[in-house]
């Protein structure tokens, strides 16, 4: 990739936590998956739990929910609906290539991969033009001295012309798609914000619970049982 470009990937939209590429990207980590997993399993456990409490051969299970399980329960909740929902409202682009980097490799990639292909049917079309016998060349007032000469000419004019708007093409794209790309991350301005204050509700209640309020309450109980 040029430098210029590589300069372009660490200066345009920066990662920030409220934009598309973040959330996505928060919300396919294998950690998240295995919580969304977990999340949605939770009810399941319950019924089954109070299936096994109503048979008469079973020993009764007794669960108590203490408010620390009941914050935890609506913390994994809240994330679990923050990384659906930026799953399913991330927009196709991001989703696909994740960070302006890649999206602009892509871009390159594409553009080559055209012009590739131009310049293949090109010759294609050239060489089935020398297999056919051409037009009558009296009616266009060109003899056969000048005939190939001028066709040859003719042929490389229009694939210069074609090259030409091919190339002025792919460089507008790719001169507009830092902006192209910073539109699409910070699209449904209001989806993006209510997913992003989710998780961080979420991971605050979590913080609190597991690295506040257990720590407390483990000391808490250790200092009982040594008096």
């Known amino acids: 990739m040029p430098e210029h470009h590589i300069e372009t990937t660490k200066k345009i939209h920066p990662h920030r936590f409220f ?9 396919t980590t294998p950690l998240t998956q295995i919580g969304i997993v977990c999340t949605l399993l939770m009810p399941f456990l ?11 051969f079973f020993r009764e299970i007794d669960i108590e929910i203490t408010t620390s399980i009941f914050f935890s329960y609506i913390a994994s909740l809240l ?26 490799d892509f871009l390159i990639r594409t553009g080559l991969n055209l012009y590739e292909m131009r310049e293949h049917v090109a ?4 060489n089935n033009a020398h297999t056919h016998t051409p037009a009558p060349a009296d009616q266009y007032n060109i003899n056969e001295k000048n005939k190939e000469s001028m066709i040859r000419f003719y042929r490389e004019l229009v694939k210069e012309e074609a090259s030409r708007d091919m190339a002025e ?3 507008k ?8 790309w910073g539109e699409t991350i910070e699209s449904q301005e209001w989806k993006r914000i209510l997913i992003g204050y989710c998780y961080i509700i979420s991971l605050t209640i979590s913080f609190i619970l597991f690295f506040i309020y257990m720590p407390y309450r483990i000391y808490s109980l250790t200092s009982l049982s040594n008096l």
């Open 19 to 27: 934009q598309w590429d973040s959330l996505y990207t928060l919300s």
């Open 46 to 56: 319950a019924f089954l739990v109070s299936q096994i409490n109503s048979l008469d």
């Open 79 to 104: 994330f679990a609906f923050s990384a659906i929902s930026a799953n399913i409202l991330c927009p196709n682009d991001v989703k696909k290539h994740i960070s302006y980097k890649n999206y602009l």
């Open 123 to 126: 010759r294609s079309t050239e």
């Open 169 to 171: 093409i792919f460089v």
């Open 173 to 180: 794209i790719i001169r507009e798609s830092p902006q192209k």
